[in-house]
Antibody, heavy 116, light 110 residues
C-alpha cells in the first residue's frame, strides 16, 4: 500500500525554525517528484514546494521563497521541509504528496502552529 | 486571492447533476492540463480527475472533467449525499513556475 506519513508539526514561536518530515512507503520513492501543500485553518490549498526525483530541481511558492528549503533522502525514502523565519501566516496543516500525473496520494498532514 | 477562480459554493439535490467551474489564464489552464481534487470533511484531499478528463481507478464515472481554453469544469451526475465535500482545481503555472490551486468550491447536497 502506498503511504505517506508526515511528522514534525508543533506549536512554535514567530521567527523560529522547524523541520517537517514525510516518510514514504509502498512505492519506489526515487521514481517520483515530491511536494508539500499546506492548508491554513478553514482555508484552501496552497502549494508550498516541490523537488524532483533526483533532488536536483526544487521549486517554491512565492510566500515561502527564501525561508523554506525542501530536500529528500532517497536512501531513507524521506522528504523534508526546513522552515525558518516562521510567521503567524505559516500556521497550517502541511501535507506531503507524490506527483505522478497529479498529487496522489496525500499524507494525513502535520499541523504547524506559529504563535507567541 | 487564488490564481485559479472557482465559485465558493454549489449545491444540488440527490440524483441531480452539478457542475463546478474553474477559470484561469494562458499561463496555467491555457497551456497546461487541470487536475481536480475532492476533500471530504476532516480528510486529506484525493485526486478525482487528472489530465483534464481522466479518472483514476476507483473513481466512479459519475465524475467527469473537461477543459476548453482557459476554463475547466467538473461535472458530478447522480449526486449523492457523500459527494458533499470541497472540490479544488489545480494546474501548473508557467509564469509562476509552480502549482496553483483554485480557492475551492464547497458542494452541499440538499
Amino acid at each position: 500500500e502506498v503511504q505517506l506519513v508526515e511528522s514534525g508539526g508543533v506549536l512554535v514561536q514567530p521567527g523560529r525554525s522547524l523541520r517537517l518530515s514525510c516518510a514514504a512507503s509502498g512505492f519506489t520513492f526515487d521514481d517520483y517528484s515530491m511536494h508539500w501543500v499546506r492548508q491554513a485553518p478553514g482555508k484552501g490549498l496552497e502549494w508550498v514546494s516541490g523537488i524532483s526525483w533526483s533532488g536536483e530541481i526544487m521549486g517554491y511558492g512565492d510566500s515561502v521563497k527564501g525561508r523554506f528549503t525542501i530536500s529528500r533522502d532517497n536512501d531513507k525514502n524521506s522528504l523534508y521541509l526546513e522552515m525558518s523565519s516562521l510567521r503567524t501566516e505559516d500556521t497550517a496543516l502541511y501535507y506531503c504528496a507524490r506527483m505522478g500525473l497529479a498529487f496522489d496520494p496525500w499524507g494525513q498532514g502535520t499541523l504547524v502552529t506559529v504563535s507567541s | 486571492q487564488s490564481v485559479l477562480t472557482q465559485s465558493p459554493s454549489a449545491s444540488g439535490t440527490p440524483g441531480q447533476r452539478v457542475t463546478i467551474s474553474c477559470s484561469g489564464s494562458s499561463s496555467n489552464l491555457g497551456y497546461n492540463t487541470v487536475n481536480w481534487y475532492q476533500q471530504l470533511p476532516g480528510k486529506a484531499p484525493k485526486v478525482l480527475i487528472y489530465s483534464n478528463s481522466q479518472r483514476p481507478s476507483g473513481v466512479p464515472d459519475r465524475f467527469s472533467g473537461s477543459k476548453s481554453g482557459t476554463s475547466a469544469s467538473l461535472a458530478i451526475s447522480g449526486l449523492q449525499s457523500d459527494d458533499e465535500a470541497d472540490y479544488y482545481c489545480a494546474a501548473w503555472d508557467d509564469s509562476l513556475n509552480g502549482w496553483v490551486f483554485g480557492g475551492g468550491t464547497k458542494l452541499t447536497v440538499l
